[in-house]
């Protein structure tokens, strides 16, 4: 289950890559909530804020200030989900 949530952001990750207008290439649109990832994995939005609790304490991702999630460790995320 960990491993759809470790996909998804990887795609998210992805995509943002290839558009230029979004200005940090590390950070998911603030409209990417935890319910969003939760609807697309087919996982609980509780089982989501667990698994992204777990990776904010390992240091693989983190919150900015305007509360978007920022990806540290992408390759983390990459070798997790067989990316």
Same mark, same amino acid.
């Given at each position: 289950m960990k491993e759809k949530i470790y996909y998804i952001l990887s795609i998210i990750h992805s995509f943002r890559e290839i558009h230029p207008t979004w200005n940090n290439t590390f950070s998911i649109p603030k409209y990417i909530t935890h319910e969003i =990832?939760? /609807? +697309?994995?087919? +996982? &609980?939005? $509780?089982r989501v804020s667990y698994v992204m &609790? #777990? =990776?904010?304490? #390992? /240091? @693989? @991702? $983190?919150?900015?200030? #305007?509360?978007? @999630? +920022?990806i540290l460790d992408i390759d983390f995320l990459h070798d997790s989900c067989g990316y």
């Open positions: =990832l939760a /609807n +697309v994995a087919n +996982v &609980s939005r $509780t &609790s #777990e =990776l904010q304490k #390992e /240091n @693989i @991702i $983190t919150y900015s200030k #305007e509360g978007k @999630i +920022v």
